[in-house]
């Protein structure tokens, strides 16, 4: 079936550095992306989304990438902080949201 | 920005008993709301859309008579979790679709974290 998935479930990067988070989805009609924030025991976080007809977006301290012709979108964090540690989710809007796995990104003092 | 509310935040029941949860949007009107369980260091799965005063659409795999969906206004969804067994112990998680500061968008809940014994 067709689904949005993840690469990697743990990502360890060190205070201060840049984070890269990957996303591959399925469904090449899609054509709306949200990457989504969840802390332990919450609901999840708007991050920042994207449509198909750009290819980057910026927020602050984070750019989400998206390449149509491979079907894969990321999250890059500038600068991560011990605050950023979190599961990461994208999400594909197909008139209700599909979610993957998830990126679990431990940030190391 | 927008607030959704959920209650309880948790809870405990024996099982065979009924839980509800409710779902709320806190400043805006949310045409649609949505459904969802997340087990232990899994996704959020979808379990149902509902639109106010219509009946919910279930996703594949969900029993609609066991999770009774009521979206009787447009602030307000309730999930009723019927003769809940441990394996319906998850986090539930509510999220509604609005427009709120002229964007349409869709925000989450807290969740509620349900523990059947």
């Known amino acids: 079936g067709e689904s949005v998935g993840l690469h990697l479930p743990t990502l360890s990067v060190q205070e201060g550095d840049n984070s890269i988070i990957n996303c591959a989805y399925s469904?090449?009609?899609?054509?709306?992306f949200i990457w989504y924030k969840q802390e332990s025991g919450k609901g999840p976080q708007f991050i920042i989304d994207?449509?198909?007809?750009?290819d980057k977006r910026q927020g602050q301290r984070v750019t989400v990438l998206l390449n149509k012709t491979v079907k894969h979108l990321s999250l890059q964090i500038a600068a991560t902080q011990p605050g950023d540690s979190a599961v990461y989710f994208c999400?594909?809007?197909?008139?209700?949201?599909?979610f993957g796995q998830g990126t679990t990104l431990q940030v190391k003092p | 920005g927008a607030v959704v509310s959920q209650h309880p935040s948790w809870v405990i029941c024996k099982s065979g008993t009924s839980v509800k949860i409710e779902c709320r949007s806190l400043?805006?009107?949310?045409?649609?709301m949505f459904w969802y369980r997340q087990f232990p260091k899994q996704s959020l799965m979808l379990m149902a859309t509902?639109?106010?005063?219509?009946?919910?659409?279930?996703e594949q795999g969900v029993e609609k008579d066991k999770f009774l969906i009521n979206h009787a206004s447009l602030t307000l969804s309730t999930l009723t979790v019927t003769s809940a067994h441990p394996e319906d112990s998850s986090f539930y998680i509510c999220?509604?679709?609005?427009?709120?500061?002229?964007?349409?968008?869709?925000?989450f809940g807290p969740g509620t974290r349900l523990l059947v014994l």
């Open positions: 999220s509604a679709r609005g427009s709120s500061g002229g964007r349409e968008t869709q925000y």
């Open positions: 994207i449509r198909s007809n750009m």
């Open positions: 509902s639109n106010e005063g219509s009946k919910a659409t279930y």
């Open positions: 469904n090449s009609a899609s054509d709306y």
């Open positions: 999400a594909e809007n197909r008139g209700k949201l599909i």
């Open positions: 400043d805006f009107q949310a045409t649609t």
